[in-house]
């Protein structure tokens, strides 16, 4: 079973639309992220929630929403996209105890024309 | 906002040289980590050192990291094609808190070439 699973894992769509990316973790961790991949490789964070609150909020434009129905699921919905948008969005968890490694999904590569 | 930069971007070597990755950061952490990507795919902890530690090793990977300068370094020794890879370090800072932050870089793209 994969432990991080996002959904869709590609994703092409026209400017202005709304899109959602979904993310669920089977890890029993507490606390999930979405980050941001860019061309030049550079992850960039962008949301954390701990048990379903939000705890970061990186500055991104408001059209970005992240929800999370539990602690398992967080979801990433987008509206009015632009091209700009267009990247690998990723998302991560990480363990309540110990050391703090996060253990990412596989992406989703947005696409924006 | 602090951020783990690698250096360099870009490293070609061939199978069974070393390949030795350099990461700065900003401010006091917990500690650092490395990750790898590969091509498509999410990233993957390798190896974590603290920040009351000098050096670790696992497998062919060795670690150090010298808080003083603020770097650390990722030695991969007797390299494989299947190394190749992105190379990323990231830092958790002191003032992470609950939210326990870590902040990438853009990462080093090795190549290995057999």
């Known amino acids: 079973d994969t432990a991080v699973s996002q959904t869709p894992k590609y994703l092409v769509t026209q400017m202005g639309n709304d899109k959602s990316i979904k993310c669920e973790q089977n890890l029993g961790h507490d606390t999930m992220y979405w980050y941001k991949q860019d061309s030049k490789k550079f992850l960039k964070i962008m949301f954390s929630y701990n048990n379903k609150e939000l705890i970061i909020n990186e500055t991104v434009p408001n059209r970005f929403s992240p929800k999370s129905p539990d602690k398992a699921h967080l979801n990433l919905h987008i509206n009015s996209l632009e091209l700009g948008d267009s990247a690998v969005y990723f998302c991560?968890?990480?363990?309540?105890?110990?050391?703090?490694?996060?253990?990412f999904g596989a992406g989703s590569r947005l696409t924006v024309l | 906002s602090q951020q783990g930069e690698e250096d360099p971007q870009a490293l070609s070597i061939q199978e069974g040289e070393n390949a030795t990755m350099n990461c700065s950061y900003k401010t006091s952490i917990n500690n650092l980590q490395w990750y790898r990507q590969n091509s498509g795919r999410g990233l993957v902890h390798l190896i974590l050192i603290r920040s009351n530690e000098r050096e670790k090793h696992s497998g062919r990977l060795r670690v150090t990291l010298d808080t003083s300068k603020k770097s650390s370094s990722l030695l991969i020794t007797a390299s494989r094609a299947a190394d190749t890879a992105s190379y990323f370090c990231a830092a958790e800072p002191l003032s992470s808190g609950s939210a326990r932050q870590l902040t990438f870089g853009s990462g080093t793209q090795l190549t290995v070439l057999p």
């Open positions: 991560a968890s990480i363990s309540s105890g110990g050391a703090n490694v996060l253990t």
